[in-house]
């Protein structure tokens, strides 16, 4: 076994490598770009090496620099995580070349499985069942149109070198192939430098499910059983389960056997995942599956098959790339009770999902049952625009899938993640969610039941009575008048400074919510306070601890919350959401608010692909006008109303930050 590895990767993916590599005595090796100086990962490692700047194209994607660091650092071996260069022919190469130890499989292998079209030629050849489409080369425009019009709609388009939903488009209708095309094609091109894409026949009642294989170099391969991972978002896995629900155990098996052929036909070694279209349409059954790509690294959601078999496979890897054998015959894998993993992005659902970046200024967790967390991040670290917005992963592993489910729900609802807005409360409502409960899922099922699994932020009196509480209490300890102990309940009526002078009186205290302003009016009641909200008045005590815990009653329930303070007003997080509510400032009349329309704003930092208006011309509410490119993923920007363009301030290829005026109206249109 080499006695030192560099991870040639950051975030969650490079933080979980180090912990195996650490448990097996090996010197880990961090690699890292300006924007990551200080991250989780850089701090976890024995050593790092800066590597550049941030974006990752002049750092992370840069063979020259990573091959450097590991001769500088004295790295036996380099693990690749995922993304980034784990699937890079050329980098497997280097590392061959300049002798060291690549932990993937060889060159060759990543090569034949790299171009979708060429993987799919070859699986044909193997015997390995595949989506009908085109796999060709010809790319022209109006010959794929007319392929995907032989093919049949609805269509897929794919990129040919691409993975994780970039470059992949649904196409319903023959009017949207050539617009959809050249979205992929651009997408594609800006994320794996390959434009090409390929047309597939796209199953009606869809189900992701994959197959995680793992061979040696003595000419051994295994299947450690499936993984559904239909729950998609653009395309891209949000919750993964371990195994697929209601499989049938003569499916498993064809699918193993389908999945450890097509590695042996490539001549692969180490961890690689077989990814299936299954048609869900008639229940899962073991002639309706096709092979869709093979990733030749390890994914994203291995977790939840470590739990239902008992291993490590970053350990498998590191084991079989120095040489050994694989650990376990295929008779001798288990698969023991049902695991899921969620994946918590710094995103905003009620927003179509747009990246969130800042300063994570609270992450907590209780402990639970048989979960697991996999954190690339820790509080007080920023989420960058430069890389994913994936802040981590929970994982959860029970008897059942019904048992795993509640625990994970359970646990998700008590976390507190504040700073950038999550889509934490949007995973707490899938896995409540009836239909998901009941396994009832393909790939739309997000897209179908989108309304209802999108977090409405509204008020409640919990929230009312836990922000009265954190406000007072912060107020009072600010104030060196106040005596207040806050580890105990205690009465904000008790201290004695200006907040309370006259005794049993009521105040209104102002805040904005949403972009508009509330007042709540309190009033002292013995040890607690009363107040009113939604036409009823409400009870509240508690106390707020030194980390920002809330613990309140209200209304005779006692309820937990998490607050943050900062000079603009606080964070109170509760049951998975985060709320934001500003303390106006009493010199400004004017309330700053989201529902302008005089000009479209860029929400965050990132590139214009694509202007679709120009100045003059009249554009109908929810019309797209800018596409912008940021954190790998496009974003197209509609008209917030009927409105006329005055002018244009960007164009195709401009670097903005958030908040820059992209575009700027003049009236509402007519009509």
Known sequence: MFKSLLIANRGEIAVRVMRTARDMGIRTIAVYSDADANALHVREADDAVHIGPSPAKESYLVIDKIIAAAKRSGAEAIHPGYGFLSENVAFAEACEEAGIIFVGPPASAIKAMGLKDAAKQLMEKAGVPVVPGYHGNEQDAHFLEGEAQKIGYPVLIKAVAGGGGKGMRRVDDPSEFAKALASAQREAGSAFGDERVLVEKYVSRPRHIEIQVFADAHGDAVYLHERDCSLQRRHQKVIEEAPAPDMPPEMRKAMGEAAVTAAKA??????????????????????????????????????????????????????????????????DIPLDGHAVEVRLYAEDPARSFFPSTGRLTRLRAMEGEDIRTDMGVEEGDDVSMFYDPMIGKIIAHADTRDIALARLRRFLLGMEVAGPKTNLAFLANVLGHE????????????????????????????????????????????????????????????????????????????????????????????????????????????SLDDEGDISAVIDGRRILAG??????????????????????????????????????????????VHVLAEAGAKVAKGAPIIVMEAMKMEQTLAAPADVVIASVNVAAGDQVEAGAALVVFEVKADG
Do not use: C
């Not at 070694?269 to 599956?289: M, N, V, W």
């Open 266 to 331: 490539i001549g692969y070694r180490g961890a690689g995942t077989i990814e299936f279209i299954a048609d869900a349409s008639k229940g899962l059954q073991a002639d309706a599956f096709w092979f869709m790509e093979m990733n030749t690294r390890l994914q994203v959601e291995h977790p939840v098959t470590e739990a239902i078999t008992g291993t490590d496979l970053v350990e498998w890897q590191l084991r079989v790339a120095a040489g050994e054998p694989l650990p376990l015959a295929q008779e």
């Open 563 to 608: 607050l943050v303070v900062d000079d603009r007003g606080y964070t109170l997080v509760h049951k998975g959401v985060a709320y934001r509510f500003g303390l106006p400032d009493p010199l400004d009349v004017d309330v700053a608010s989201d529902s302008d329309v005089s000009s479209l704003k860029a929400p965050m930092p990132g590139k214009v």
């Open 435 to 542: 239909a998901f409960q009941k396994a009832d899922i393909d790939t739309g099922f997000i897209d179908t039941h989108l309304e209802t699994l999108v977090p409405e932020v509204s008020l409640s009196a919990d929230v009312v009575g836990a922000l009265l509480i954190g406000h007072v209490l912060t107020r009072a300890r600010a104030s060196r008048a106040a005596q207040v102990k806050t580890s105990e309940p205690w009465s904000p009526w008790a201290a004695t400074d200006e907040w309370v002078l006259g005794g049993h009186r009521s105040e209104t205290m102002n805040f904005t919510f949403d972009d508009e302003a509330i007042s709540l009016a309190a009033t002292p009641q013995g040890e607690a306070m009363r107040f009113t909200f939604g036409g009823e008045g409400h009870t509240a005590s508690g």
